[in-house]
């Protein structure tokens, strides 16, 4: 079992920057892959960012790359994520995620623990 704690959502005007943490409780979080979604009202939960068990190798979808970059301090059993340049389209409720295993994927079904969302508001 994983325990997830997400923290740093907020509101923020366009271009501005928030950084996202999810602090892990429970088994082996150094192995395993970590995901990061988004759920805006009245659409699916997004794909963000994945990162593996160590820094060298992560994977976001375009809408978000070369703005959104995916981190973690094994030592501190902590995954961030940080968010640069964020536009309106951004606003959502943030979650991390925890797979079983240490390969990233991009799908929530692959994901069997869940926090409980952080909220991240971007006016225009």
């Known amino acids: 079992q994983v325990w997830l704690v997400e923290s740093g959502g907020g509101s923020v005007q366009a271009g501005g920057s928030l950084r996202l943490s999810c602090v892990a409780s429970?088994?082996?979080?150094?192995?395993?892959?970590m995901g990061w979604f988004r759920q805006a009202p009245g659409k699916e939960r997004e794909f963000v960012a994945a990162i593996g068990w160590n820094n060298d190798n992560t994977y976001s979808p375009d809408s978000v790359k070369g703005r959104f970059t995916v981190s973690r301090d094994n030592a501190k059993n902590t995954v961030y994520l940080q968010m640069n340049s964020l536009k309106p389209e951004d606003t959502a409720i943030y979650y991390c995620?925890?797979?079983?295993?240490?390969?990233?994927?991009?799908?929530?079904?692959?994901?069997?623990?869940w926090g409980q969302g952080t909220q991240v508001t971007v006016s225009s």
């Open positions: 429970g088994r082996a979080f150094s192995s395993r892959a």
């Open positions: 995620a925890a797979r079983s295993t240490g390969v990233i994927a991009a799908t929530p079904d692959e994901y069997p623990f």
